[in-house]
């Protein structure tokens, strides 16, 4: 069965440079989280979409924006980065706004040298 | 396909009883477990862990079991207290932690 796709997997950036995460959830889910794990940390949950509409805001910064596309992928995009975005970044997708039977994807590692 | 699975999308316990939550596994590279909580717009929280070398790690009303063989992993909360309904997460990694994989979750749900 297809899983929750997530490109790239490894990203090297500078600082204050920009990066676009992407995001292809399960066949017919309409719902997809994002979370930031730094190393050694919990995952953070960022925002979710459901239905392509913002559906719950955590804390992602505001130097970040999201957003889901009428294909129901959703895109991370990230400015200005500082040294502490560096984390591996999770995408999950779930239908209807179920927070269970959440899939995550394999996450984006994200380097900010 | 999915290295870490949870077949119970959602269980429901009485106060005071035990809950047990599954989790399979098939990749034999993971040697580390680790269970999460997670509450609405919320990250997961981590919970309890167990390294591969062992087969049961307790702290307080948590246990976790692995059955490395059956590469299957349990999590017990005894007793269960309704402050412990919760999404559960079970994720897996290897022994560097470039693969780390979440499993899809139980909702679990104790009625008072």
């Known amino acids: 069965a297809a899983g929750v796709i997530q490109s790239p997997r490894h990203l090297i950036k500078e600082k204050r440079e920009t990066a676009t995460l992407k995001c292809y959830p399960i066949?017919?889910?309409?719902?997809v989280y994002w979370y930031q794990q730094g190393p050694g940390q919990d995952p953070q949950f960022l925002i979710s979409?459901?239905?392509?509409?913002?559906?719950d805001k955590g804390s992602i910064p505001d130097r970040f924006s999201a957003q889901q596309f009428s294909d129901y992928h959703s895109e991370l995009n990230m400015s200005s980065l500082e040294l502490g975005d560096s984390a591996l970044y999770f995408c999950?997708?779930?239908?209807?706004?179920?927070?269970?039977?959440?899939?995550f994807g394999p996450g984006t590692r994200l380097t900010v040298t | 396909d999915q290295q870490v699975k949870q077949n119970s999308p959602s269980l429901s316990v009485q106060e005071g009883r035990i809950s047990i939550l599954n989790c399979d596994y098939t990749?034999?590279?993971?040697?580390?477990f680790l269970w999460y909580k997670k509450y609405p717009a919320e990250g997961p929280t981590f919970l309890i862990s167990?390294?591969?070398?062992?087969d049961k790690n307790e702290d307080g009303r948590f246990t976790v079991f692995l059955n490395k063989s059956a590469k299957h992993l349990s999590l017990h909360i005894v007793p269960s207290q309704p402050g412990d309904s919760a999404v559960y997460f079970c994720?897996?990694?290897?022994?560097?932690?470039?693969?780390?994989?979440f499993g899809p979750g139980t909702r679990l749900s104790v009625l008072p």
């Open positions: 066949p017919r889910h309409d719902t």
């Open positions: 994720a897996a990694t290897d022994n560097y932690g470039q693969n780390f994989v």
């Open positions: 167990i390294s591969s070398i062992k």
């Open positions: 979409f459901y239905e392509k509409m913002q559906s």
């Open positions: 990749n034999s590279m993971f040697d580390y």
């Open positions: 999950a997708s779930s239908l209807g706004r179920r927070d269970y039977e959440q899939y």
